[in-house]
């Protein structure tokens, strides 16, 4: 054990925690060159009235608005993905306006597409935010990724805890070791493979400053030990964090306020705020209205396949659960057999395990009751467009908790006083989190963890994600 602990420090104190921002700022750099590069061209080939030599001396525009991504915090290695869609958006939105009103309020010697900017800048907020996401993920596979996390266990806790903890850590955090304060604080040598070790003697160690994070699991009360815990992990590692259940708001927009020379922590329910409830069904309004027009086509092409391949209505309708517990009737394109009720109870009757399988999950595996145009929409969602017009009509919001029936709400418990004070929503953060694939439980807690975090960037993140949580049919039913 103490040779296993000497080489973790020898691993703390190794790691360059200045690598992982680099490699973001050379990911821009070459994503912002290469976007701006090919839409100067295409705009020169399509007949610009311009020099390209009067856009490449513009090479320093490049670190500025690398500069202004750093400003908004975009390089904090540690962000959720919202608020890194959040500091990537507003970076290109600032640089874009900067450039926008030079160009108009300056005279220069030769001319600027808009054009240019425009698209440019549309292609990079979309861009910028997945490149981010896709090297963060790419890139933590390798050992020297991520920040070197040290647990601190310091009140009892199961192991299931800690490898649940473990196992939902940002993707920029990679535990090394775990120290336990008393004997029984965890049970075993290993966790997931990490070593377990007495944290009093670790600590109490001489030794440098180690570049890694300490996470402290427990709540540090006068007299209690946790004190002298925290001042030596100061001593050590460059970040300490306090992680406790009672603290488990699950908010990303918390912040520390000072409380009397206490450290409090202000946490707003953002989505049960009236003012942001306006602003979101406007949004909802503007939307839902543009995508109805823009998608009229599709929607009459999958009518018409629907009621050529099966009798029976183009629409099913299904009531749900919405705001304030009032029923309404969801809209979607029907993809069962006209008779889907009987049948299904049929099926239940006569075998236990479906039965079980539906009182658990609400949904069956393989539904017999599917049609073979049914099954398509609903591993591609399209089933699901006709609720554009619940949308309109003020039932549901294109984002939001998954709507469900009646029978759901004992599975929500006390939780779904939260809930249904917003309205469901086409798509929300359970759907692009794994869909079907998540156990019913995990589903209720991306709902209320929706409604604690709710901003425009959470939103917008969701939207932008649920293309590709359709595409991942396996996790569709």
Not at 150 to 171: D, N
Request: aromatic residues 12%; positive net charge.
């Amino acid at each position: 054990m103490p040779q296993y602990a000497d080489t973790t420090g020898s691993l703390l104190s190794g790691r360059k925690s200045a690598a992982m921002p680099l490699v973001l700022i050379g990911l821009d750099t070459l994503v912002i060159a290469a976007v701006f590069a090919t839409t100067v061209y295409a705009r020169y080939l399509v007949g610009g009235d311009f020099l390209l030599s009067e856009y490449w001396v513009q090479w320093p525009v490049v670190p500025l608005y690398i500069l202004v991504i750093a400003s908004f915090g975009g390089y904090d290695m540690l962000l959720s993905q919202p608020q890194e869609l959040r500091a990537t958006s507003l970076g290109t939105i600032f640089i874009i306006a900067v450039l926008s009103s030079v160009t108009f309020w300056m005279r220069f010697s030769f001319s600027h597409s808009r054009a240019v900017l425009l698209i440019g800048g549309s292609i990079l907020l979309v861009l910028l935010p997945t490149a981010h996401y896709g090297a963060k993920r790419f890139f933590s596979r390798y050992a020297w990724w991520g920040f070197p996390t040290v647990f601190y266990v310091f009140e009892k806790k199961e192991t299931h805890y800690i490898r649940l903890i473990m196992q939902r850590l940002h993707v920029c955090l990679r535990p090394v070791l775990l120290l336990r304060h008393r004997e029984d604080s965890i049970d075993g040598e290993t966790v997931e493979g990490i070593a377990v070790l007495d944290g009093t003697e670790y600590l109490s160690r001489p030794g440098q400053r180690l570049d890694g994070i300490f996470i402290f699991l427990g709540y540090p009360q006068l007299g209690s030990g946790a004190r002298t815990v925290l001042r030596r992990a100061e001593r050590r590692f460059t970040r300490t964090i306090i992680l406790h259940e009672s603290l488990n708001f699950g908010n990303q927009w918390a912040k520390p306020v000072d409380m009397g020379h206490h450290l409090g922590l202000e946490v707003v329910q953002r989505l049960l705020d009236g003012k942001r409830l306006a602003a979101k069904r406007l949004v909802d309004l503007a939307l839902s209205v543009l995508l109805l027009v823009l998608l009229s086509p599709l929607l009459l092409l999958l009518a018409t396949a629907i009621v050529s391949t099966s009798p029976g209505p183009v629409f099913f309708r299904h009531n749900r659960m919405g705001r304030g517990g009032k029923p309404f009737r969801a809209w979607k394109f029907r993809t069962m057999v006209s008779n889907a009720s009987a049948v299904l109870q049929k099926l239940l009757d006569a075998d236990p395990a479906l039965r079980e399988e539906w009182e658990t999950n609400q949904k069956l595996a393989k539904d017999p009751r599917i049609t073979p145009i049914g099954r398509l929409l609903r591993r591609t969602s399209l089933d699901e467009l006709p609720q554009l017009f619940n949308v309109l009509a003020g039932d549901m919001s294109l984002i939001g908790p998954r709507p469900i029936v009646a029978a759901e709400l004992k599975k929500y418990g006390e939780r779904y006083e939260m809930v249904s004070r917003v309205r469901p929503g086409m798509t929300g953060l359970w759907q692009v989190s794994g869909r079907s694939s998540l156990p019913y439980e995990m589903r209720v807690e991306l709902d209320t963890y929706y409604i604690k975090n709710w901003s425009f960037w959470l939103d917008l993140y969701i939207m932008l994600k649920t293309p590709w949580a359709i595409l991942r049919f396996g996790d569709a039913q």
